[in-house]
């Protein structure tokens, strides 16, 4: 089993549309969670953390279930802007390594 | 203003050389990183840091290797042995802590061609 597993889509979406993306973990002593957005040639850069209580930013919502091992992104009035790759990332307790999913492609469309 | 820079942007290889990708960071982070992207897929780790003279293999370290000397660089030598190394390099780097979640940050990344 991959330490982390993303569907990797694409997730086609109508503008205005919400889209929810998952992302399930394998080490049940991983410490931290966040999600990433990449553009097409470009590096990742952080969208946002994902804190035990879940949080929100603007039209995104972040959510951790440590029981089942997941997080997830909501992402709310979706935007043609939001067509992008996005990562999930997982550091691990102990050796504190950070490892990346292969991401899930979104492409909203007009 | 503080960072992490990779360079060059481009590099384009012939087959049988080696090649050293550099990745220098002034954020003094602890931990740096090395991934390899290629079309369409995700961030595989190549190796990783912790410390100055300590690094790691990753999944994928086979025809690499790296170096720790000084805490603000992590180079990156694909070597000949590595038989596929056309790639979207990314180097990253992080504060090691053991509560505190803290992000990664990038380069802007290496774009490596075999010609």
């Known amino acids: 089993r991959k330490e982390v597993e993303q569907d990797p889509g694409p997730f086609n979406v109508p503008e205005g549309a919400t889209v929810a993306f998952n992302c399930t973990y394998s080490n049940s002593a991983s410490q931290s969670f966040f999600w990433y957005r990449q553009d097409c040639r470009k590096e990742p850069k952080l969208l946002m953390s994902?804190?035990?209580s879940g949080n929100e930013d603007g039209r995104f919502t972040a959510q951790l279930n440590r029981a089942s091992q997941y997080i997830s992104l909501l992402i709310r009035d979706s935007k043609l802007s939001d067509s992008a790759t996005y990562l999930c990332v997982v550091r691990h307790g102990g050796y504190q390594k950070v490892t990346f999913g292969t991401g899930t492609k979104l492409q909203v469309i007009p | 203003d503080g960072g992490i820079t990779q360079s060059p942007k481009y590099l384009f290889r012939k087959e049988g050389q080696n090649v050293t990708l550099s990745c220098e960071q002034n954020l003094n982070h602890d931990a740096m990183y090395w991934y390899r992207q290629d079309p369409g897929q995700g961030l595989r780790l190549i190796y990783y840091s912790q410390i100055v003279n300590d690094f790691q293999k990753g999944d994928i370290a086979e025809g690499y290797s790296v170096s720790r000397e000084k805490k603000e660089s992590f180079p990156l030598t694909v070597t000949s042995a590595q038989k596929n190394p056309t790639a979207f390099y990314l180097c990253?780097?992080?504060?090691?802590?053991?509560?505190?979640?803290?992000?990664?940050?990038f380069g802007q990344g290496t774009r490596l061609t075999v010609v």
């Open positions: 990253a780097s992080s504060i090691l802590s053991g509560t505190d979640s803290t992000e990664a940050f």
């Open positions: 994902v804190y035990s």
